[in-house]
């Protein structure tokens, strides 16, 4: 049985929409990389947000990403592998679920 209602949930998830506010991107195990922010938005039970990043000219990996809020703490990291050419830029989609947990 669900514990809070639909609208408190979707005004958590229209603040998670604002407070999160700098994406970074890792290259090849070394630097990171500030991403731009293309679109940020609420689709039904997630905030999900379309992060540029683009090419460095050279083939890599991107081996991690993290989420920072809007006091510049960390929000969130997670370890990828994203292998590139130098031609080509990505386009990071982050989809950041927000939804009642289930009884076990």
């Known amino acids: 049985m669900a514990f809070f209602t ?37 689709v ?3 905030v999900v947000v379309f992060v540029s990043a683009p090419s460095s000219g050279k083939d890599d990996t991107i081996t991690a990403v993290r989420i920072f809020d809007q006091n510049d703490a960390l ?18 989609r982050f989809t950041l679920p927000l939804t009642e947990a289930q009884a076990e």
Not at 16 to 39: A, T
Not at 76 to 90: D, E, I
């Open 6 to 42: 639909e609208n408190f949930l979707n005004a958590r998830r229209n603040e998670l929409l604002r407070s999160v506010c700098r994406f970074q991107y890792q290259i090849n195990n070394g630097s990171w990389f500030d991403g731009e922010i293309n679109s940020k938005e609420v």
């Open 44 to 46: 039904g039970t997630a």
């Open 75 to 92: 929000a969130g990291s997670q370890k990828v592998s994203l292998t590139r050419s130098s031609l080509n830029s990505a386009l990071l």
